[in-house]
């Protein structure tokens, strides 16, 4: 099992700043793709920004120049540094990890994990 620990949420005002973290632990080979998700309420989730393991990464045009994604590989951490925060910006965020990990027979396995999701909030 992998679990994700997200935290660095809150409220903000427009214009300002927001940096979150997402710590993966567990029996873990290796990340893939680290990415960060959002919903609003009476939204679907949607697809924030994402990192790949070798550090390419793609964005949402909604946050393209404003948010930017980074990972530390030998902590398993991801960071989303949210910039220029709008009100639509408000959503749940949650972290999801792409991962192969060892199970009980230490044998390596994918596996596709969730954060508990952390809440951003920007008044106007």
């Known amino acids: 099992q992998v679990q994700l620990v997200e935290s660095g949420g809150g409220l903000v005002q427009a214009g300002g700043s927001l940096r979150l973290s997402c710590a993966a632990s567990?029996?873990?080979?290796?990340?893939?793709?680290m990415a960060w998700y959002r919903q609003a309420p009476g939204n679907q989730r949607e697809l924030v920004a994402a990192?790949?393991?070798?550090?390419?990464?793609n964005y949402a045009d909604s946050v393209k120049g404003r948010f930017t994604v980074s990972r530390d590989n030998a902590e398993n951490t991801v960071y989303l540094q949210m910039n220029s925060l709008k009100p639509e910006d408000t959503a749940v965020y949650y972290c999801n990890a792409d991962v192969v990990e060892f199970g009980y027979d230490d044998r390596a396995y994918p596996g596709d994990y969730w954060g508990q999701g952390t809440q951003v909030t920007v008044s106007s």
């Open positions: 990192i790949a393991v070798r550090g390419s990464t």
């Open positions: 567990g029996n873990i080979f290796i990340i893939n793709t």
